[in-house]
Nanobody, 124 residues
Framework: HVQLVESGGGSVQTGGSLRLSCEAS????????MGWFRQFPGEERQGLAS???????TYAKSVQGRFTISKDGAKKILFLQMNNLKPEDTAKYFC???????????????????WGQGTQVTVS
């Protein structure tokens, strides 16, 4: 059973930075592809960034250049460094994980079955 717990959210001023963390309780093979997503009130969840076992990262255009995904494989912690935050980044942020399915590690919401509870980020 995969458990994911996000932390690091909070309130920040425009232009500020936050670093989100996602601690995983799972076997390593269940964390082959991990990602960060966010959800605005009343809208569907959207993918922001994903990372494979070898560190290959994929980013949505909306955050490329401002957000950086990384992970500590040994500690099974996923990170999202968010810089130059804007009010439109205000949302609930989620991490997700899946095993290697042979498919590319993308930011497609439908590809992921294991999700954390989310952490709120508010930019004003």
């Amino acid at each position: 059973h995969v458990q994911l717990v996000e932390s690091g959210g909070g309130s920040v001023q425009t232009g500020g930075s936050l670093r989100l963390s996602c601690e995983a309780s799972a076997y390593s093979y269940q964390l082959s592809c991990m990602g960060w997503f966010r959800q605005f009130p009343g809208e569907e969840r959207q993918g922001l960034a994903s990372i494979e076992d070898d560190g290959t990262a994929t980013y949505a255009k909306s955050v490329q250049g401002r957000f950086t995904i990384s992970k500590d494989g040994a500690k099974k912690i996923l990170f999202l460094q968010m810089n130059n935050l804007k009010p439109e980044d205000t949302a609930k942020y989620f991490c997700a994980a899946r095993r290697d399915t042979g498919d590319r590690c993308s930011t497609r919401v439908a590809d992921f079955r294991n999700w954390g509870q989310g952490t709120q980020v508010t930019v004003s």
